[in-house]
C-alpha cells in the first residue's frame, strides 16, 4: 500500500494549564485572542486560529463525546474521564526516518497488534498559537498497532484507529468519498498522523 506519513500541525508546545486557561479559547473572543497572543489579523496565522476555534465548537454525533485540550493536564482528565481508568496507554505513530516520502510499505513480520477494549480516545493536532488538540471519544472503536517496513527501508509503528459504527456520520464524509460506501455499511480504519494521539485502557 502507497502511504505518506506526515505530521499535520506545527510542533508547538502545551502551554500551562494556568496558562492556557487565563486565555480566551472561543470563536467569539476572536479578536481579544489574537490581541492577547499578537497575531495580526487577517494573517495565516488568524485564520488557522479561527479555523480550529470553528472546529472545536462543532456539536458531537451521536454516540460520541469531544473536546478540545489546551494543555497536557485537560487532555489526560478528558480522556481518564472518557476511559474510566488511570490505567491508559498512549499511542502515537513513529517513523524512524525524519521525512519520508510516500513510498510502497508492506505489513512487517512482527504484523498488527490489536489493543485491549472497544473505546479509545483519538487526540488530533489542530494549527494554533500553542498546542491544541481536538480531542474525541466513541464507544464503537478498534484500536491497532501495524508493524510497517517502507520501500527505502523506512520502519514505522503505525496507530490505527477503525471506526466500527459509522450510521451517525455526515454523509459527505471525506471516508465515504474514499471508500465508495454509505454511513453505517463498513467500518472506517485510518492510520495517524505522526503527531496525534490515540489513548486506550491497558487492558
Same mark, same amino acid.
Given at each position: 500500500?502507497?502511504?505518506?506519513?506526515?505530521?499535520?500541525?506545527? /510542533?508547538?508546545?502545551? *502551554?500551562?494549564?494556568?496558562?492556557?486557561?487565563?486565555?480566551?479559547?472561543?470563536?467569539?473572543?476572536?479578536?481579544?485572542?489574537?490581541?492577547?497572543?499578537?497575531?495580526?489579523?487577517?494573517?495565516e496565522k488568524?485564520?488557522?486560529?479561527?479555523?480550529?476555534?470553528?472546529?472545536?465548537?462543532?456539536?458531537?454525533?451521536?454516540?460520541?463525546?469531544?473536546?478540545?485540550?489546551?494543555?497536557?493536564?485537560?487532555m489526560?482528565?478528558?480522556?481518564?474521564?472518557s *476511559?474510566?481508568?488511570r490505567? *491508559?496507554?498512549?499511542?502515537?505513530?513513529?517513523?524512524?526516518?525524519?521525512?519520508?516520502?510516500?513510498?510502497?510499505?508492506?505489513?512487517?513480520?512482527?504484523?498488527?497488534?490489536?489493543?485491549?477494549?472497544?473505546?479509545?480516545?483519538?487526540?488530533h493536532?489542530?494549527?494554533?498559537?500553542?498546542?491544541?488538540?481536538?480531542?474525541?471519544?466513541?464507544?464503537a472503536?478498534?484500536?491497532?498497532?501495524v508493524?510497517?517496513?517502507?520501500?527505502?527501508?523506512?520502519?514505522?509503528?503505525?496507530?490505527?484507529?477503525?471506526?466500527?459504527?459509522?450510521?451517525?456520520? /455526515?454523509p459527505?464524509?471525506?471516508?465515504?468519498?474514499?471508500?465508495?460506501?454509505?454511513?453505517?455499511t463498513?467500518?472506517?480504519?485510518?492510520? *495517524?498522523?505522526?503527531?496525534?494521539?490515540?489513548?486506550?485502557?491497558?487492558?
Amino acid at each position: 500500500m502507497n502511504l505518506h506519513f506526515t505530521r499535520t500541525a506545527s /510542533n508547538s508546545a502545551f *502551554l500551562p494549564r494556568s496558562v492556557a486557561d487565563s486565555i480566551p479559547f472561543s470563536s467569539a473572543k476572536m479578536s481579544d485572542i489574537l490581541s492577547l497572543l499578537s497575531v495580526e489579523p487577517h494573517s495565516e496565522k488568524a485564520a488557522a486560529i479561527e479555523k480550529t476555534l470553528h472546529r472545536c465548537e462543532e456539536p458531537a454525533v451521536a454516540g460520541e463525546t469531544r473536546f478540545c485540550a489546551t494543555s497536557l493536564e485537560s487532555m489526560v482528565d478528558f480522556t481518564t474521564a472518557s *476511559l474510566g481508568s488511570r490505567d *491508559l496507554v498512549a499511542l502515537s505513530t513513529e517513523v524512524s526516518k525524519a521525512d519520508s516520502p510516500k513510498q510502497t510499505y508492506v505489513i512487517a513480520p512482527s504484523g498488527v497488534q490489536k489493543l485491549a477494549g472497544g473505546k479509545a480516545v483519538a487526540c488530533h493536532a489542530q494549527s494554533y498559537a500553542y498546542a491544541v488538540f481536538y480531542c474525541h471519544a466513541t464507544r464503537a472503536t478498534k484500536s491497532y498497532v501495524v508493524s510497517l517496513v517502507g520501500k527505502d527501508g523506512t520502519q514505522v509503528e503505525a496507530a490505527v484507529v477503525c471506526h466500527t459504527d459509522t450510521s451517525s456520520w /455526515n454523509p459527505k464524509h471525506i471516508a465515504f468519498q474514499l471508500l465508495k460506501v454509505s454511513p453505517g455499511t463498513a467500518p472506517v480504519c485510518h492510520f *495517524l498522523p505522526q503527531d496525534h494521539v490515540v489513548w486506550t485502557r491497558r487492558t
